[in-house]
């Protein structure tokens, strides 16, 4: 039940790894006030993995000409195969920080 002077709230977060949670734990305290909306947001990390792949080997490649193969992205790095090459950069979109 929420205090009218404000509290913490305790929540126990489950199906999602420790590790994307604030601080590791599963366990979070949010502290609210008084005057605070009736909703806490909590940040979950959602990692990505961008990665290349190259095309079967077929023919000599013309280093003049740009690489062929395919950009994945995924979420669970068990996902990303043995040839994958990994990519680096930023990742833009809407209601992305």
């Given amino acids: 039940r929420r205090a009218?002077?404000?509290?913490?709230?305790?929540?126990?977060?489950?199906?999602?790894?420790?590790?994307?949670?604030?601080g590791g734990s599963q366990r979070q305290a949010?502290?609210?006030?008084?005057?605070?909306?009736?909703?806490?947001?909590?940040?979950?990390?959602?990692?990505?993995?961008?990665?290349?792949?190259?095309?079967?080997?077929?023919?000599?490649e013309d280093e003049d000409e740009p690489a062929e193969g395919t950009v994945f992205v995924a979420v669970d790095k068990d996902q990303v195969p043995d040839e994958a090459v990994a990519l680096a950069g930023i990742v833009e979109g809407p209601d992305l920080s």
């Fill in 4 to 22: 009218r002077a404000g509290g913490d709230m305790l929540l126990h977060v489950e199906g999602v790894p420790p590790y994307l949670l604030p």
């Fill in 30 to 60: 949010l502290s609210y006030g008084p005057f605070e909306p009736e909703k806490l947001s909590l940040e979950v990390e959602c990692n990505l993995w961008v990665y290349w792949v190259p095309p079967p080997e077929e023919e000599e």
